[in-house]
């Protein structure tokens, strides 16, 4: 089985401050690690993914993770921020040869103009 | 078509209403899935669909009741819900069940009065 800690409920942070939504987890089994971004009443979308090879994933609006095995952590960064990055962020864990995926608890991202 | 869309937006019943909860999705993918998510949490998983097949049940009560028609739709029927099932109903679909990534729709807001 899987778990993923999120260790802060949220993070206020200044428009163009720089951030960093921390996220480790616990497996027994090696693991493809995610984040996905929820807006206001909206779903689910996949901010950005780790799979296998280069351990730094980045996204297409300026955020990037790190996997890094001996301290089991996916943290995601971005330099600075937006007021259209205010949102929850979910950090995730599939356990390989596991269907399913495992959720953090989230962290509310507000930016404060 | 890389999206998967869900009807309706929101949905207010009634404890004695009988409803449904669409999902659809043109991606070829064979593995669909409910989740339920309740405010300021991370979603639960509710079923599995692979093949159109139910693959997984977690543990959920009978007044939900899942469909898989055809590979691009499934659907969720609701009958003598209660208060506390009030939550948003997200859909997700990836190629197969084993596959690294799932592609969510924006939800469903379901309040039962």
């Known amino acids: 089985a899987q778990s993923v800690t999120q260790l802060d409920s949220q993070v206020p942070v200044f428009e163009e401050a720089p951030v960093e939504l921390r996220c480790n987890y616990s497996?027994?089994?090696?693991?493809?690690l995610f984040w996905y971004v929820q807006y206001p009443n909206q779903g689910l979308q996949l901010l950005l993914k780790y799979l296998s090879g280069s351990t730094l994933v980045e996204s297409i609006n300026g955020f990037e993770a790190e996997f890094n095995k001996s301290q089991t952590s996916f943290h995601l960064r971005k330099p600075s921020v937006h007021i259209s990055d205010t949102a929850e962020y979910f950090c995730?864990?599939?356990?390989?040869?596991?269907?399913?995926?495992?959720f953090g608890k989230g962290t509310k991202l507000s930016v404060i103009p | 078509d890389t999206e998967v869309t869900q009807t309706p937006k929101h949905l207010v019943m009634g404890m004695t209403n009988k409803k449904s909860l669409k999902c659809e999705q043109h991606?070829?993918?064979?593995?669909m899935y409910w989740y339920k998510q309740k405010a300021k949490k991370p979603p639960e998983l509710m079923f599995v669909y692979s093949y159109e097949k139910l693959s997984i049940n977690e543990s959920v009560p009978s007044r939900f009741s899942p469909e898989c028609p055809n590979s691009s739709l499934l659907n969720l029927h609701l009958h003598a819900l209660q208060p506390e099932d009030s939550a948003l109903y997200l859909c997700?679909?990836?190629?197969?069940?084993?596959?690294?990534?799932?592609?969510f729709g924006p939800g469903t807001r379901l309040t039962v009065t």
């Open positions: 497996s027994s089994v090696s693991v493809y």
């Open positions: 997700a679909s990836s190629p197969k069940t084993g596959f690294h990534e799932q592609y």
């Open positions: 995730a864990v599939r356990g390989a040869g596991s269907y399913q995926l495992t």
């Open positions: 991606m070829g993918h064979r593995a």
